[in-house]
């Protein structure tokens, strides 16, 4: 055995769960580290082609990174527009960085271990300065935090105003925002380590205001959740055009594209446009290298760090990978650029995360191609293009719709392009499996996968399995809807659901109902009226799948012996030596878990002949009884591996004849055994 490559194995499955763990929870030895900022000025806005969206909220920004202080100091210019038809009087924000201010913030209270470091310098934040409309009314005083998902007033996260003039429906407002913030040291999306920046939630950003009837709103709300532990964001489309002012030696990439750069008394502006866009994030450092490529029509800037220069065509393949297939499977990428970032090792903390047109990967110096890390990160991170960024999804309170599907389409490309088998890791004979089987390990192979719901806020899962349930349940769930449904027809849900819920935040609803509508028009009732009994399981319930095979018996049938009534009594001698020429054969599957799904199942015999029977999965017990010349050899459970959300796979078969060698009989065993140590290994960090 090599122990090298069991190394790396280990290694690449305690990274892929850390990029995980630490977007929900706080690894202990990150720390917080913010600085101060110097001022920048103000970009036009306009529209350079037709929009996309809805372009509700839209800003100019200028700030200066301070490489001294670690500070930001930023001039805000905001434009809203009200979609209801309610009178808006108050506006809500987000303040993200709020939440590294002190150990009494929510995403504090909620992370897990909270660092334990009195050092003033850990500790940063975000204040608005001032805060005037368009009329010059100074809104300052007006300000306030609020606190509406746990009434702890020690969080500043959400920040609320008063207007002096309401803004009517469909009426717009601007407003002029002076903001300072101290960026932490890289942890949970964003800060700095040594001279790398990566600036993420960094602004003031305004909530969104939802009118009624989009989403769950029974009437006009807004919807400007905290910054959790276990949280993403929900923000509503715009165009941004951002100034970035750094150290002349420092190489940025940002979201969207860059207009034009500006150099003067040995600091360099970089002047940004993104358009049709939720959010906006930008790096720097003076160690970034610069690689470049192209797919189509859309230009692929990769910044990537000097000890990883070696990766730099497997970020770059695997991005071009990520492009074609979601083009070619869901729908047409809008943007013209797309940047990813490999961050430093001391920054690990902001590797693997996701902005529009702006990714993070996770590199490691002379990672083996077998190891696929950096392409899984690059494809997964690119998949929220789509699902975080196209659709938009409430990432606060529905995650699995955005990280349940991207996961989903993760696996799909990296199964692709890498092998079903391969894709994950791939040591040949040694060892290998693929992604979407690790997925479905990583939900399987939880102490109690009943812990919670899919469907259910982020910071709502206190207890544990937001990862396990929001990535890989969800994504094992869909894979199954996959086997049900077919790939044909699960191709046209996907792409239905994307082209009618682009640029326009769907939710749950929405998406079971183009399931219902596609289903039902291929399938014709074959599944019933709809397909929410599915759903009910799965997303809204916390009860598992599992079916096995219980039993497999064959009986001789010889001659009738005995005494029977029609006949006078008599007795014949039963012959050792007579022929048999019929058996009575019998398979007893059990249903042990609770969710039903229909499934087949497969009868081999003897003599090569198959039998695929239909069951509803309904009962608690099911037997198939056969009488012929040949005995049953095995039977399978799902054969075609459709009901991937399936517990336990190893009880869906049996056979009635022993394993030829000690080797066969083991060796999936110990694949398994392998692959559970790993993902447990994960939980230690």
């Known amino acids: 055995m090599d122990f090298r490559l069991l190394f790396w194995t280990i290694i690449v499955n305690t990274y892929h769960k850390l990029l995980t763990t630490m977007r929900y929870t706080q690894a202990p030895f990150l720390a917080l580290l913010?600085?101060?900022?110097?001022?920048?000025?103000?970009?036009?806005?306009?529209?350079?082609?037709?929009?996309?969206?809805?372009?509700?909220?839209?800003?100019?920004?200028?700030?200066?990174?301070?490489?001294?202080?670690?500070?930001?100091?930023?001039?805000?210019?905001?434009?809203?527009?009200?979609p209801s038809t309610d009178t808006i009087r108050t506006l809500?924000?987000?303040?993200?960085?709020?939440?590294?201010?002190?150990?009494?913030?929510?995403?504090?209270?909620?992370?897990?271990?909270?660092?334990?470091?009195?050092?003033?310098?850990?500790?940063?934040?975000?204040?608005?300065?001032?805060?005037?409309d368009a009329a010059g009314n100074d809104l300052t005083s007006n300000m306030r935090f609020i606190q509406p998902d746990d009434d702890n007033q020690d969080d500043q996260t959400v920040l609320e105003v008063d207007l002096v003039k309401a803004v009517l429906p469909g009426q717009k407002i601007d407003l002029r925002i002076d903001f300072t913030a101290k960026l932490p040291r890289v942890i949970a999306r964003t800060?700095?380590?040594?001279?790398?920046?990566?600036?993420?939630?960094?602004?003031?950003?305004?909530?969104?205001?939802?009118?009624?009837?989009?989403?769950?709103?029974?009437?006009?709300?807004?919807?400007?959740?905290?910054?959790?532990?276990?949280?993403?964001?929900?923000?509503?489309?715009?165009?941004?055009?951002?100034?970035?002012?750094?150290p002349a030696n420092y190489v940025v990439g940002a979201s969207g594209s860059l207009q034009k750069t500006e150099e003067k008394g040995g600091f360099k502006t970089h002047s940004y446009r993104a358009e049709d866009v939720i959010d906006f994030a930008w790096t720097a450092s003076p160690r970034h290298v610069v690689r470049e490529d192209r797919w189509k029509d859309v230009a692929i800037k990769l910044l990537v760090q000097p000890e990883h220069l070696m990766l730099a065509e497997r970020y770059l393949l695997s991005a071009k990978q990520s492009l074609e297939y979601f083009d070619e499977h869901l729908g047409e990428y809008p943007?013209?650029?797309?940047?990813?970032?490999?961050?430093?090792?001391?920054?690990?903390?902001?590797?693997?995360?996701?902005?529009?047109?702006?990714?993070?990967?996770?590199?490691?110096?002379?990672?083996?191609?077998?190891?696929?890390?950096v392409e899984l990160v690059t494809i997964h991170e690119f998949g929220h293009q789509y699902f975080m960024q196209l659709l938009a999804s409430n990432e606060f309170e529905e995650p699995w719709l955005d990280e349940g599907f991207n996961t989903y389409f993760e696996c799909l490309i990296m199964d692709q392009y890498y092998g079903e088998k391969t894709s994950y890791i791939d040591f040949g004979s040694f060892f290998h499996f693929g992604d979407m089987e690790n997925q479905r390990l990583s939900y399987t192979g939880m102490a109690n996968p009943k812990i919670a719901e899919n469907f259910r806020s982020a910071w709502q899962f206190r207890h544990g399995g937001y990862g396990q349930l929001t990535y890989a349940k969800a994504g094992t769930w869909m894979r199954?809807?996959?086997?049900?449904?077919?790939?044909?027809?699960?191709?046209?849900?996907?792409?239905?659901?994307?082209?009618?819920?682009?640029?326009?935040?769907?939710?749950?609803?929405?998406?079971?109902?183009?399931?219902?509508?596609?289903?039902?028009?291929?399938?014709?009732?074959?599944?019933?009226?709809?397909?929410?009994?599915?759903?009910n399981q799965v997303l809204y319930g916390s009860n598992v799948c599992d079916?096995?095979?219980?039993?497999?018996?064959?009986?001789?049938?010889?001659?009738?012996?005995?005494?029977?009534?029609?006949?006078?009594?008599?007795?014949?001698?039963?012959?050792?030596?007579?022929?048999?020429?019929?058996?009575?054969?019998?398979?007893?599957?059990?249903?042990?878990?609770?969710?039903?799904?229909?499934t087949e199942v497969l009868i081999h015999f003897e003599n090569g002949e198959e039998k695929?029977?239909?069951?509803?999965?309904?009962?608690?017990?099911?037997?198939?009884?056969?009488?012929?010349?040949?005995?049953?050899?095995?039977?399978?459970?799902?054969?075609?591996?459709?009901?991937?959300?399936?517990?336990?796979?190893?009880?869906?078969?049996?056979?009635?004849?022993?394993?030829?060698?000690?080797?066969?009989?083991?060796?999936?065993?110990?694949?398994?055994?392998?692959?559970?140590?790993?993902?447990?290994?994960t939980f230690f960090i």
């Open 480 to 535: 199954t809807l996959q086997g049900l449904v077919g790939m044909e027809t699960m191709e046209e849900i996907m792409k239905t659901y994307f082209e009618r819920w682009k640029f326009k935040h769907p939710c749950a609803d929405d998406f079971i109902d183009i399931v219902n509508e596609v289903t039902q028009k291929n399938h014709a009732g074959k599944f019933g009226p709809d397909m929410n009994w599915f759903f």
């Open 191 to 246: 800060g700095y380590s040594k001279d790398y920046y990566l600036v993420g939630q960094w602004f003031p950003k305004i909530g969104v205001y939802e009118p009624a009837g989009m989403r769950y709103a029974k009437k006009g709300q807004w919807n400007c959740h905290q910054f959790h532990a276990n949280s993403e964001f929900y923000a509503d489309f715009g165009v941004y055009n951002v100034d970035i002012t750094v």
């Open 34 to 82: 913010f600085l101060w900022v110097a001022a920048s000025s103000t970009a036009q806005e306009g529209d350079s082609r037709k929009a996309l969206s809805s372009r509700i909220a839209s800003y100019d920004i200028g700030v200066t990174l301070d490489t001294d202080q670690q500070l930001l100091l930023g001039k805000e210019l905001l434009h809203w527009r009200n």
């Open 92 to 132: 809500q924000f987000h303040l993200y960085l709020n939440a590294f201010k002190n150990n009494r913030s929510t995403f504090m209270r909620e992370s897990d271990p909270i660092p334990n470091n009195r050092n003033e310098n850990i500790w940063g934040w975000i204040d608005i300065d001032r805060m005037t």
């Open 547 to 598: 079916y096995e095979i219980r039993s497999i018996s064959n009986r001789a049938l010889r001659e009738d012996q005995g005494i029977f009534e029609d006949k006078s009594t008599w007795y014949q001698e039963a012959s050792e030596q007579a022929d048999v020429e019929n058996y009575f054969s019998r398979v007893i599957l059990h249903r042990t878990g609770e969710v039903t799904l229909p």
């Open 612 to 681: 695929l029977e239909q069951w509803n999965g309904r009962s608690r017990t099911k037997e198939f009884n056969y009488t012929g010349p040949s005995k049953i050899e095995w039977a399978k459970i799902d054969p075609e591996n459709k009901i991937y959300i399936d517990q336990n796979l190893n009880n869906n078969s049996r056979t009635t004849k022993p394993q030829t060698t000690a080797v066969k009989k083991y060796s999936s065993r110990f694949m398994l055994w392998m692959q559970q140590i790993m993902q447990s290994v």
């Open 335 to 373: 943007y013209k650029t797309l940047t990813i970032v490999d961050p430093p090792v001391h920054a690990v903390a902001s590797s693997g995360m996701e902005y529009p047109t702006f990714i993070t990967g996770l590199g490691l110096s002379h990672m083996p191609t077998g190891v696929r890390l």
